[in-house]
């Protein structure tokens, strides 16, 4: 990897859908040029996956009812956005992610009562905003209703009916 490579991650990491020309501009190189090294980037395993950044009002969110005795625990977490006391040691946590991969890796090692999946959400004196985009962990279905949750072997999966969790089930 040479300095042309690096100054065309750098364009890439700011903005991955700028044009190739635009690149080749910006770097003094051919259009073919820097196609081809994009494609060697690539096939190297230098760049894995183009991506998006999304706004942070509009991540996806999940309500968890949690027992947990140190609410320390919870506020260290990360994607945790706010947590309420509702009982002793029973908390409201509002989590933001971006899949549900990110939801599981933070509740691990919680304790799980209940949990909401966000479909909407207002503001005062706001339009509706819609947030939801998490899919059963069986079917892929889009989860419309509060999710199953289902723990095994320290992972946390989504579900969305019994059905899938019977078959789920079956398969780990």
Same mark, same amino acid.
């Given at each position: 990897?040479?300095?042309?490579?690096?100054?065309?991650?750098?364009?890439?990491?700011? &903005?991955?859908?700028?044009?190739?020309?635009?690149?080749?501009?910006?770097?003094?190189?051919?259009?073919?040029?820097?196609?081809?090294?994009?494609?060697?980037?690539?096939?190297?395993?230098?760049?894995?996956?183009?991506?998006?950044?999304?706004?942070?009002?509009?991540?996806?969110?999940?309500?968890?009812?949690?027992?947990?005795?140190?609410?320390?625990?919870? %506020?260290?977490?990360?994607?945790?956005?706010?947590? %309420?006391?509702?009982? =002793?040691?029973?908390?409201?946590?509002?989590?933001?992610?971006?899949?549900?991969?990110?939801?599981?890796?933070?509740?691990? =090692?919680?304790?799980?009562?209940? =949990?909401?999946?966000?479909?909407?959400?207002?503001?005062?004196?706001?339009?509706?905003?819609?947030?939801?985009?998490?899919?059963?962990?069986?079917?892929?279905?889009?989860?419309?209703?509060?999710?199953?949750?289902?723990?095994?072997? &320290?992972?946390?999966?989504?579900?969305?009916?019994?059905?899938?969790?019977?078959?789920?089930?079956?398969?780990?």
């Amino acid at each position: 990897m040479d300095e042309y490579d690096l100054k065309i991650l750098n364009i890439l990491k700011e &903005n991955a859908r700028t044009p190739l020309s635009e690149i080749a501009k910006m770097v003094g190189l051919s259009r073919q040029t820097v196609k081809s090294r994009i494609e060697k980037l690539e096939k190297e395993g230098v760049i894995r996956k183009y991506t998006i950044e999304i706004a942070k009002d509009l991540e996806n969110e999940v309500v968890l009812v949690v027992e947990e005795d140190d609410v320390k625990k919870i %506020l260290e977490a990360e994607r945790v956005a706010e947590v %309420l006391r509702v009982a =002793s040691n029973k908390f409201l946590v509002r989590l933001k992610a971006e899949n549900l991969e990110e939801v599981r890796e933070v509740v691990k =090692s919680w304790k799980i009562l209940d =949990s909401y999946i966000v479909f909407e959400k207002w503001k005062k004196d706001e339009d509706v905003i819609s947030v939801v985009s998490f899919r059963c962990d069986y079917c892929g279905k889009k989860l419309v209703d509060k999710p199953i949750v289902y723990k095994y072997h &320290n992972r946390v999966y989504f579900l969305c009916c019994k059905t899938c969790l019977e078959e789920f089930k079956k398969l780990v």
